[in-house]
């Protein structure tokens, strides 16, 4: 374990020096409760990429899930609102989402008979939101924070909703659509 904290401290050195790094936490989305992930920002803070691992608790409800996710956002030009904060006014992104434990699947069980049900596993997400920054100048490290907004649905969802909309017409958007917002430090 102490030489996985070594490879783990290294690795976010060498992260940091070649495109600095980011610490990010979610609430609600597409990827639990609550998450916590790890990023990089690219071109001048204009495209992000990023994993996270969330979890949703016992205590929230009757399932215990976690969730792993591998994602990028690309950003819209900053627009300055005072001295040290900025805009992003919009931002668009894609992740994959990964399920773990038994309950989900990316090839399907040998007790079920082919296509009998479709993968659940995997799931790509789609987001849209905006961003506040502002420009840190008290606390070392940390460079810049942000606070993150965003709408998203998955593949899946997204899919059902197409289908329901020309056939049986009774899914809605609003009942595909998740809100979540974060808090992101860059180092």
Same mark, same amino acid.
């Given at each position: 374990?102490?030489? *996985?904290? %070594?490879?783990?401290?290294?690795?976010?050195? +060498?992260?940091?020096? $070649?495109?600095?790094?980011?610490?990010?936490?979610?609430?609600?989305?597409? =990827?639990?409760?609550?998450?916590?992930?790890?990023?990089?920002?690219?071109?001048?803070?204009?495209? @992000?990429?990023?994993?996270?691992?969330?979890? %949703?608790?016992?205590?929230?409800?009757?399932?215990?899930?976690?969730?792993?996710?591998?994602?990028?956002?690309?950003?819209?030009?900053?627009?300055?609102?005072?001295?040290?904060?900025?805009? $992003?006014? =919009?931002?668009?992104?894609?992740?994959?989402?990964?399920?773990?434990?038994?309950?989900?699947? $990316?090839?399907?069980?040998?007790?079920?008979?082919? &296509? +009998?049900?479709?993968?659940?596993?995997?799931?790509?997400?789609?987001?849209?939101? *905006?961003?506040?920054?502002?420009?840190? @100048?008290?606390?070392?490290? $940390?460079?810049?924070?942000?606070?993150?907004?965003?709408?998203?649905?998955?593949? &899946?969802?997204?899919?059902?909703?197409?289908?329901?909309?020309?056939?049986?017409?009774?899914?809605?958007?609003?009942? %595909? %659509?998740?809100?979540?917002?974060?808090?992101?430090?860059?180092?």
């Amino acid at each position: 374990m102490n030489n *996985f904290k %070594i490879i783990f401290f290294i690795t976010l050195l +060498y992260c940091q020096s $070649v495109f600095g790094i980011h610490l990010k936490m979610q609430y609600a989305g597409n =990827i639990g409760v609550v998450s916590v992930g790890i990023g990089g920002s690219f071109f001048n803070e204009k495209l @992000n990429i990023y994993s996270m691992f969330g979890q %949703i608790n016992n205590s929230l409800t009757d399932i215990n899930e976690q969730i792993i996710c591998g994602g990028i956002n690309i950003n819209s030009p900053k627009l300055n609102l005072y001295n040290s904060i900025n805009l $992003v006014p =919009i931002f668009i992104g894609f992740s994959m989402n990964y399920h773990l434990g038994d309950d989900y699947f $990316v090839s399907l069980p040998d007790k079920y008979p082919d &296509s +009998y049900y479709k993968q659940t596993a995997l799931n790509v997400a789609y987001t849209l939101g *905006f961003k506040v920054q502002w420009k840190n @100048n008290f606390m070392k490290p $940390v460079e810049n924070a942000e606070f993150y907004f965003q709408v998203g649905t998955l593949n &899946s969802y997204f899919k059902n909703y197409l289908r329901s909309k020309f056939e049986e017409g009774f899914i809605k958007l609003q009942d %595909i %659509i998740n809100l979540s917002f974060g808090f992101t430090l860059y180092f």
